[in-house]
């Protein structure tokens, strides 16, 4: 028996050189876990915002007082007033979508007002800021031969004097929903008016936020150009250092006279109901103050 035949044993070759690691294929740039949280959140707080944005644009009730009536064709400045959202009632909604469009007006500053067509010859007096609306009713009411242009951006506001008015049967009431400032400039015409209002605006108490008082001799300068002469402007404060910042500035404008031989406050005239915002003053201690100026 033949043994078994190995086979030729092959020449041993160069050994084959050891794999390496694959070359990377170029990609993109990995990001840093910082920087890439830090753009999530960015782009949370922009969308966050533009939803904030669409919502005051939105109208809370149609055919109601617009949410942003100047909308962007407005400069945009420090205001004397901080819109906010509250509880609009049953009542006040319902007050709201039956009168606004008859007794209710945007300030959009895209044209000028006819105030003797829209109170039927009325002398007009301006009130800026009338809260929950129950002072500026009992004034119309008391004194029917005076329109009252009432304005605020607070709409369960608006849907109460609104309410107010139609159950006091007063019809020399509208109610301006906007920024009083481009009222006065782009929608009223020279000495349009009677007389101006402003009891119990925001004191702004803190220095820094002084520049947002609304008596101010700019303000004054426009208002000043829409009053008549002989027209009164009548302003009330509890906070003192604004109640002297008012008596300052209006004794130092050359169009406006003191009513006052002193030189002083006038004493509460009867036709200013006690406010709301006046009753929770007084019961804090504070001391109310009226000025009264005669635009010369």
Avoid at 82 to 104: H, I, K, Y
Avoid at 211 to 216: G, H, M, P, S, V
Avoid at 224 to 237: D, E, I, M, N
């Amino acid at each position: 028996m033949s043994e078994p035949v190995n086979p030729t044993p092959e020449t041993p070759g160069p050994a084959p050189e050891t794999p390496g690691p694959a070359p990377e294929t170029p990609g993109p740039a990995l990001e840093t876990p910082g920087l890439a949280d830090a753009d999530d959140a960015a782009a949370r707080r922009a969308a966050s915002f533009e939803r904030q944005r669409r919502l005051r644009q939105e109208p809370r009730f149609p055919g109601g007082p617009a949410a942003d009536p100047a909308g962007s064709h407005h400069e945009r400045r420090i205001r004397s007033f901080q819109p906010r959202r509250s509880r609009v009632t049953t009542g006040q909604e319902d007050a709201l979508q039956r009168l606004w469009p008859t007794w209710g007006l945007d300030i959009d500053g895209r044209g000028v007002l006819d105030l003797r067509t829209l109170f039927d010859g009325l002398p007009v007096i301006l009130e800026i800021g009338f809260g929950m609306g129950e002072a500026t009713a009992q004034m119309a009411a008391d004194d029917p031969t005076t329109g009252i242009l009432a304005v605020d951006v607070h709409t369960p506001g608006q849907g109460n004097l609104l309410g107010l008015a139609e159950r006091a049967g007063v019809s020399n009431v509208r109610v301006a929903n906007g920024d009083a400032i481009i009222l006065l400039r782009e929608m009223l015409e020279p000495a349009a008016l009677d007389g101006l209002r402003v009891y119990f605006p925001d004191p702004w108490p803190k220095k820094r936020h002084h520049k947002r008082r609304l008596i101010q001799p700019e303000f004054l300068d426009l208002v000043a150009q829409r009053l008549k002469p002989g027209a009164v402007v009548h302003c009330a404060t509890d906070w003192e250092p604004y109640a002297e910042q008012m008596l300052e500035v209006l004794t130092a404008h050359p169009l406006f006279e003191n009513t006052q031989a002193d030189g002083g406050y006038a004493p509460r005239p009867p036709f200013r109901p006690l406010t709301r915002f006046e009753g929770q003053g007084l019961d804090k201690g504070h001391v109310v103050h009226d000025v009264l100026f005669t635009r010369l």
